[in-house]
């Protein structure tokens, strides 16, 4: 392992692989910020839709008045969309990966970004559920190698989590905490990695329990949910913010962190896989424990 230290000044241009909301609105953020901006996927007619979309939502903020019509247009200039993952990586001073959630899959990417990407290259996983030490090794540099969790919507939520693995560096976690403020961002870290990081933990705590208050009957749904806005303030109750996450997302999250840790608690709950197989997603099907 080569002992680099990364700094934040030497970060100018960075890589986003995968182009679906997550990656595209990441890369969004990251050209927002003043930053070169490449946004990389297999699949040209992905890569096509991102640009569409960020265009439309720049587009949208300066009608709205959030955004100058120039500084939008300059945050476009910034970003690339390419299928090129080879010459992406070859300029990148910092990547994040967006890809699928499939350990396989980005333990492929991370080996061939160990080997193309410029030894001083961060290489972060924005992923929700899998630990970077899963593929850290795989990259020849894992001391550069760490979690960079962003929330959905990555051009609206503030939190980004950085979780280290054992062998990250501290300079590797001090330049990407102070990227994320860089990006307008507010992060926490992490020390060790556990499943579900801080976020998914405390929100899966809060869902356990109002799943089990309406399964027994103790209160309604809509209920659970007014307590949650009224007494607790917060924004939305458990089951809007499921349907807003999409509940096949909640159940994966749920699958993967019980594959972990194998804690009965941890089990994904029936009532959440019955809606899935029925394809009630949530917000973006039109129907889930509400309809839309």
Request: proline share 3%; charged share 20%; aromatic share 4%.
């Amino acid at each position: 392992m080569t002992n680099i230290h990364p700094s934040i000044d030497g970060i100018r241009r960075i890589l986003v692989i995968g182009a679906g909301t997550m990656g595209s609105q990441i890369g969004l953020v990251a050209a927002l910020a003043g930053y070169d901006t490449t946004v990389q996927d297999i699949s040209e007619q992905m890569l096509a839709q991102a640009k569409a979309e960020l265009s439309a939502r720049l587009e949208a903020n300066v009608a709205k008045g959030r955004l100058d019509a120039a500084d939008a247009e300059t945050a476009l200039g910034r970003l690339d969309f390419t299928t090129d993952l080879d010459a992406a990586a070859a300029g990148a001073d910092f990547v994040i990966e967006a890809a699928t959630e499939q350990l396989e899959i980005k333990g492929q990417i991370f080996a061939r970004l160990g080997r193309l990407a410029p030894d001083h290259a961060i290489l972060a996983t924005n992923s929700s559920t899998l630990g970077s030490s899963r593929v850290a090794a795989a990259t020849g540099r894992a001391d550069r190698v760490c979690n960079m969790h962003f929330f959905n919507p990555a051009l609206v939520m503030k939190c980004v989590e950085v979780v280290r693995h054992p062998d990250t560096s501290q300079a590797t976690v001090d330049t990407a905490m102070e990227l994320a403020r860089r990006f307008g961002k507010e992060p926490v870290l992490i020390n060790r990695e556990i499943p579900g990081f801080i976020a998914n933990r405390l929100m899966g705590a809060i869902q356990r329990e109002a799943l089990a208050l309406s399964a027994a009957g103790i209160a309604s749904k809509e209920d659970i949910d007014t307590t949650a806005r009224t007494a607790l303030g917060h924004p939305m109750g458990p089951f809007e913010l499921m349907d807003l996450v999409g509940l096949d997302v909640i159940d994966f999250i749920a699958q993967a962190t019980y594959a972990e840790t194998g804690n009965e608690a941890d089990r994904p709950d029936p009532q959440v896989a019955a809606l899935v197989a029925a394809g009630r997603l949530g917000r973006k099907s039109g129907q889930g424990w509400y309809s839309y």
